[in-house]
């Protein structure tokens, strides 16, 4: 099992800038693919960004492209998102999810955080 906790998420304006981290404990975090997903409300839930273990790899959805930064500690089992420029429209509950290649966790991952709420508002 691995167990995830989000934090970061909170009111900011269009514009501005949020950290999102992502604590990982249980099973080694180091042997996971990490990724990121949002949920706006009454749409489904959406792909963000992920992470390979060792953190040489990223992919992005195209949407956050050159606003949002993925990255990873490993000494630290944490996980985070760093998200600049934002507008209203990522306006969502931020979730962390775990799997065991960056594919899987883009895709269908094995372990989800419990969610963050980001808000923007214009």
């Known amino acids: 099992q691995v167990q995830l906790v989000e934090s970061g998420g909170g009111l900011v304006q269009a514009g501005g800038s949020l950290r999102l981290s992502c604590a990982a404990s249980?099973?080694?975090?180091?042997?996971?693919?990490m990724g990121w997903f949002r949920q706006a409300p009454g749409k489904e839930r959406e792909y963000v960004a992920a992470?390979?273990?060792?953190?040489?790899?990223?992919n992005y959805t195209d949407s956050v492209k050159g606003r949002f930064t993925i990255s990873r500690d490993n000494a630290k089992n944490t996980v985070y998102l760093q998200m600049n420029s934002l507008n209203p429209e990522d306006t969502a509950v931020y979730y962390c999810a775990a799997g065991v290649t960056i594919v899987v966790v883009t895709t269908h991952p094995n372990y989800w955080g419990q969610g963050t709420q980001v808000t923007v508002s214009s």
């Open positions: 992470i390979n273990w060792g953190g040489g790899a990223t």
């Open positions: 249980g099973r080694t975090f180091r042997n996971y693919a």
